[in-house]
């Protein structure tokens, strides 16, 4: 089977690649009908080392299950199902409290040499705590907001949950790309009044305005707090989604938090320590959040997406092949594109 393989920053390669096989016998085997490239994956290829092996790419699925170990009870051949970017086995402490991308058998697909799903076919471990199946047909028209629960619009609802968004809010979403835009119909969702979104990408931003967002702040650093200060009474947001994961997303968020407001952060951190933590302590700002527990949010999420409450899919905006993911890599990264679907 082919698979997107990355071998160094900039180098995405299209591979032939064994078929997978059941493992383990809570393993299942997943033919990938939908894939996309995700905002995280631009880490790696802005400065991934040469590697000969390289890593397989792409933690985000909807597929068919085309085989089973003999311990699954939940999944079936022929299922169509969300494959969450992490794997999970749904037993654990963690997974019982919600948390399952801290689950005792956690795995997240994609990485540290674990197949991913930018590919024809994967192997799922813990299929049953991990797949969850939708009554949908492959070619439905919700696929683009169906597969965004496997990761981004989960993301972006995390990131509202713990930053404890509620009905009356102003709430500002820092960054503009999927996660953020998830963020702004998250928060909207939840009740915000006010939703700010940060971002200098006017064609996002204007689809931020569409998703729900109220205001537009494309200034950065001192003069973006300002700007938010203005449009809050001088005092600052009562949730801060920080879906970037840079130190200066990390900093902003900060100081745009009003006195007792909470930054739910979400955006991989490329930084060694929260900064400001004078401010932060002085102004009762609390600050939480890390990899989204998506497979917990589905049941929540999906009536609103097969109803056509929310529309999280609109955030793609180019479809390719496999053999397209290369230059879907290139259009993430110079942002000409906000989120590349991929159909093996």
Known sequence: MRAAVMHAAGDVRIEDMPEPAIVDPTDAILRVTCACICGSDLWPYADMEPSETGQSMG????????????EVRTIA???LVIMPFAYSDGTCEFC????????????????NGLNGAQAEALRIPYADGTLYKIGVGEDDALTPSLITLSDVMGTG????????????????????????????????????????????????????????????????????????????????????????????????????????????????????AIPLAQPMFYKNVKVGGGPAPVRAYID??????????????????????????????????????IKVMVKP
């Not at 933690?59 to 003999?70: P, S």
Request: with cysteine.
């Open 300 to 337: 929540e999420l999906l009536p609103d997406v097969l109803d056509g409450k929310i529309e999280p899919g609109r955030v793609f905006d180019r479809t390719v092949g496999l053999d397209g993911v290369s230059d879907g890599y290139r259009a993430m990264a110079d942002r000409e594109s």
């Open 96 to 111: 019982n409290e919600g948390l399952h991308t801290a689950c005792v058998h956690v795995g997240f697909f994609g990485n």
């Open 157 to 272: 609802h995390h990131a509202a949950v713990v930053a404890g968004v509620k009905p009356g809010d102003a709430v500002a979403v820092v960054g503009d790309g999927a996660v953020g835009l998830c963020g702004v119909i998250a928060a909207g969702r939840l009740g915000a009044e006010q939703i700010v979104i940060m971002g200098r990408h006017e064609e996002r931003t204007s689809l931020a305005l569409e998703l729900g967002a109220t205001d537009v702040v494309a200034e950065r650093g001192e003069d973006a707090v300002e700007r938010v200060r203005e449009l809050t009474g001088g005092f600052g947001v009562h949730a801060v989604l920080e879906c970037v994961g840079t130190e200066q997303s990390a900093q902003t968020s900060v100081e745009i938090a009003r006195a007792g407001g909470t930054v739910g952060r979400v955006g991989v951190p490329h930084y060694s």
């Open 59 to 70: 933690h985000e699925a909807i597929g068919v299950v085309e085989d089973v170990g003999a």
């Open 77 to 79: 051949r022929g299922d």
